[in-house]
């Protein structure tokens, strides 16, 4: 029996792309759900560099960082692929997952926790970032066209934390300025298997609350 471990919490959404592209493939795992004030002596055993959620094991082999471990899965169980064979349209799909982690989900963070005109400056990077991602959705279903691949999986979370930021800040981050974005999240929030796999709402609220009043302090 091959082992399939995977360390996450069960909030974090670089857990959840990892747990979506198992379940697109089918591939059954051991979800063990760390407390991150207490990292377990296994997680730092297994990603002494980062000490972060979330750690694939496979067979005793940790793989850490999340992208890393979506072409890792991709590579190793090559059924269901979430990266297509066309070198320019793998590029393509890596491109705009490295621009999510890299630009559109910290300016996203950023209108989450700062305030004021760091707040504004955040907000006005979203927006930049954001019509990036509406001009890129234009004609498509999926980022990768006809079916679900690696930069769904890794722009993902707008379809459930946007809400969550949304409700607990006040603020509408995706608005009608952003159709095609907007017929995205819906359209991937509801894909068969990845629909079972979204966090209770209420739960997220409680959990960002906290965050944000952290962030804010009164
Ligand atoms: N670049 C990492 C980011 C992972 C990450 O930020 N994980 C957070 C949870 S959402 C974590 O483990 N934080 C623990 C810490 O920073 O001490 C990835 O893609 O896997």
Request: negative net charge; without cysteine.
């Amino acid at each position: 029996m091959e082992e399939v471990k995977l360390l996450k919490t069960w909030s974090t959404p670089f857990g959840l792309r990892v747990v979506q592209a198992l379940k697109l493939k089918g591939i059954g795992y051991e979800a063990v759900d760390e407390d991150l004030s207490n990292k377990s002596a296994l997680l730092l055993q297994y990603n002494p560099v980062y000490k972060k959620v979330p750690v694939l094991v496979h067979n005793g082999n940790p793989i850490s960082e999340s992208l890393v471990i979506l072409e890792y899965i991709d590579e190793t169980w090559k059924h269901n692929p979430i990266l297509p064979e066309d070198p320019f349209e793998r590029a393509r799909e890596r491109f705009w997952a490295k621009f999510n982690d890299e630009k559109l989900l910290p300016t996203i963070w950023a209108v989450f926790t700062k305030e004021g005109k760091e707040r504004e400056e955040a907000m006005a990077a979203s927006v930049e970032n954001l019509k990036f991602v509406e001009e890129e959705l234009k004609g498509k279903k999926f980022f990768g066209g006809e079916k679900v691949g690696l930069a769904d999986l890794v722009l993902g979370w707008l379809a459930n934390l946007i809400g969550v930021f949304e409700e607990v800040t006040g603020l509408k981050i995706v608005d009608e300025r952003y159709p095609l974005l907007l017929g995205w999240m819906k359209e991937f929030y509801e894909v068969p298997v990845i629909k079972d796999t979204w966090p209770p709402h209420d739960k997220m609220i409680i959990k960002y609350q906290a965050f944000y009043d952290k962030y804010h302090p009164a």
